[in-house]
């Protein structure tokens, strides 16, 4: 057997294996969608209906119904982007006060961050909540906003990175006589956008699907979050499926959408600091 037709060969495989693989996926998905279009009678129908036989979308004018689902993701959507941006801002510029500035104690304060990354959240939630019950802020977006000020592992990213940045930059700015704020706002953060942008994404994500801070800060049903509400369709003796996924599938959307436009961006700064110039 030639290289060329083992070439072949392989090149047939993979791809046979990759198509399993992206059935094996989808699955899933697409059991969600055909769900979401089924009467309640339809979901128990034996043999099982691949294919509804008759589509509807009662399930999703029913989730809108039962719960304030639209005002859940305007909770959501709001608490999000609120979380995105203060998780940035905040870690850039620590990020940038560790890597660039390098003040006296930088490496211990970094060494703080890193070793806070081994803490289970588990373990602050009672006291988080203790402190949020000292200021009064149960049951407010606040308290499921402000940890987002404090993100260990969006400061140890951004460092990285940072750090592969070479001074010049800095230098050059600081004879054109910008200031340390200056430096950081028009000179490192552009050149950080890709790195920005994959953290971004990871924090919009991380802040959408969360489901146990909300649950231990918010009881009002008007201030609750996507994810809370979509547990309220899961009741304790009856589940109407049909509902439940119809109510999964529109919690997706934002982040599909999300990582449509920014995956380029994405992708390159999940690459960048892996190459050296």
Do not use: C
């Amino acid at each position: 057997m030639n290289h060329k037709t083992q070439k072949l060969i392989y090149n047939v495989l993979f791809y046979i294996g990759s198509a399993l693989l992206l059935v094996i996926v989808t699955i899933p998905l697409y059991w969600m969608i055909s769900t979401s279009l089924k009467s309640k009678g339809a979901l128990m129908a034996l043999p099982i209906q691949w294919i509804p036989k008759k589509p509807t979308l009662n399930s999703y004018k029913k989730v809108f119904m039962l719960f304030p689902f639209a005002r859940a993701i305007a909770n959501s959507a709001f608490i999000t982007i609120a979380y995105v941006v203060i998780t940035v801002l905040s870690a850039s510029m620590a990020a940038f006060a560790i890597s660039k500035i390098r003040f006296k104690g930088a490496n211990v304060v970094f060494a703080m961050y890193l070793t806070s990354m081994m803490i289970p959240v588990q373990i602050t939630l009672i006291p988080m909540f203790i402190i949020m019950n000292k200021f009064s802020l149960i049951n407010t977006y606040t308290s499921v906003i402000s940890p987002a000020i404090f993100k260990a592992f969006a400061v140890f990213l951004l460092v990285q990175n940072m750090r592969a940045l070479p001074d010049d930059y800095l230098e050059a700015a600081r004879i054109d006589g910008a200031g340390m704020f200056k430096i950081y706002k028009d000179v490192i953060m552009p050149m950080m956008i890709p790195t920005v942008a994959t953290l971004a994404i990871t924090t919009f994500m991380e802040a959408w699907n969360d489901y146990l801070w909300p649950l231990v800060m918010l009881s009002d049903k008007n201030k609750m979050t996507l994810t809370l509400a979509l547990n309220t369709l899961n009741g304790q003796y009856d589940t109407e499926y049909n509902v439940l996924m119809a109510g999964s599938l529109i919690s997706m959307i934002p982040i599909i959408i999300i990582y449509i436009i920014a995956q380029t961006q994405m992708k390159q700064g999940i690459t960048v600091g892996g190459v050296k110039g």
